[in-house]
């Protein structure tokens, strides 16, 4: 499968478990899980006009953008693709926990410092964990290690739901 069609496929999930227009008292209007505020700064940074996130309805092409700008690219999951479960892991905390924070989680599992970059060392290791345990393993072990980060955010509000997204993510690995 080519990269465009990782994206098309990572993309498909994401918009499973984001979904459609909140407007959460703590996080504001948001759709598909992409906030104003972010939205909007991505828009200027861009050269796009400003609009109601909830008229991303109407513009799929603007979602492929900003998640491929501001999740795929980040987390380098282009250079993840020899393992795709464990790329889709990487790809889906980018977007729920934030890149840096799931560059660090991955780079825990992996062994290498937890510095949040993702340079040469990190592929590297990345590389020799997915030749040494194989996909669906690494995929489990950066589950885990999500599912460990999750519990120490002390969350009860959102907590089920994270743990609903990641059996989704770990489901959706398995046919990978």
């Not at 991505?42 to 999740?71: C, K, S």
Request: glycine residues 10%.
């Amino acid at each position: 499968m080519t990269q465009q069609l990782y994206f098309g496929t990572f993309m498909d999930f994401i918009d499973g478990v984001e979904g459609g227009y909140v407007d959460d008292p703590r996080g504001g209007p948001t759709y598909c899980g992409i906030r104003q505020g972010y939205f909007n700064s991505w828009t200027l940074a861009h050269g796009g006009q400003l609009m109601n996130v909830a008229m991303l309805a109407d513009h799929p092409e603007l979602i492929e953008a900003y998640y491929l700008t501001e999740y795929w690219l980040p987390t380098r999951v282009y250079d993840l693709l020899i393992a795709p479960a464990p790329a889709l892991v990487i790809y889906d905390g980018g977007v729920n926990c934030g890149v840096d924070t799931a560059i660090k989680l991955m780079q825990q599992v992996i062994g290498t410092v937890a510095d949040g970059r993702f340079g040469p060392v990190t592929l590297a290791r990345y590389q020799q964990s997915f030749n040494e345990d194989g996909d669906q393993a690494l995929a489990t072990a950066l589950i885990a290690r999500r599912r460990q980060y999750y519990e120490s955010l002390n969350d009860p509000v959102n907590f089920q739901g994270w743990m609903n997204r990641l059996a989704r993510v770990e489901a959706r690995c398995k046919t990978l």
